[in-house]
């Protein structure tokens, strides 16, 4: 994990999700893990305000590496393989947590459950007016995605807390790749990669009936 606190810029992410889809679809890990690095350095460089999440996915890409190069790790090459030997060879926790509760299907799903909100969240930046207002943007993204999973208090917390987020031009000029003109078109660019490989995960989940692990 060295170097999440670095400059972020948005091309990293377009490289890496880019990347994480191969011919046969499959997601590959070691893409879909760079690209998260990467936008955790997005979060981590607009302050404390996305700590809730950005300390969370931190924690998940830390186990997900763990797996990637622990004694299984060809079982983990893709999203694909990790469900079908976690799955099939009952390493998954179905109904409770509890043999298993850092498999990587669980915790794959908690980051797969976290991009649906900033691929929501990205999208209304880029398709937004110049004086939209980040607070209803963001708030709008997460009651469409992470708010279901959270509690009442976390979710009373987080859009309280989305009260104080920047200006939508401050949002743009941190993806560090020019104007926020430049920065609308690269996300234009981008997001249709990182909502291919959400879709395809979503498919993959759901046919497993994976979608609610506890």
Request: net charge neutral.
């Amino acid at each position: 994990m060295d170097g999440l606190e670095s400059d972020f810029n948005l091309r990293v992410v377009l490289v890496s999700f880019k990347q994480c889809l191969n011919e046969k679809e499959e997601v590959l890990l070691d893409h879909y893990l760079a690209g998260w690095r990467g936008l955790v350095r997005f979060l981590n460089s607009l302050g404390a305000i996305f700590s809730f999440i950005s300390k969370d996915v931190t924690a998940k890409l830390q186990i997900m590496e763990g797996l990637r190069s622990g004694p299984q790790r060809e079982h983990y090459n893709s999203l694909q393989a990790m469900v079908a030997y976690e799955v099939g060879n009952q390493l998954v926790d179905l109904t409770r947590r509890s043999r298993h509760p850092d498999s990587g299907c669980r915790t794959l799903l908690r980051l797969h459950r976290a991009l649906r909100w900033l691929q929501l969240f990205l999208e209304g930046l880029r398709t937004s007016p110049e004086d939209a207002r980040t607070a209803v943007l963001c708030t709008d993204s997460y009651n469409a995605s992470l708010a279901a999973y959270h509690p009442w208090l976390i979710r009373r917390a987080v859009t309280v807390a989305f009260c104080t987020l920047p200006t939508r031009k401050v949002f743009l000029e941190a993806m560090n790749v020019g104007s926020p003109q430049q920065a609308v078109e690269m996300l234009g660019e981008a997001l249709p990669f990182i909502e291919r490989v959400y879709s395809v995960s979503q498919e993959l989940y759901a046919k497993h009936s994976l979608l609610d692990l506890p």
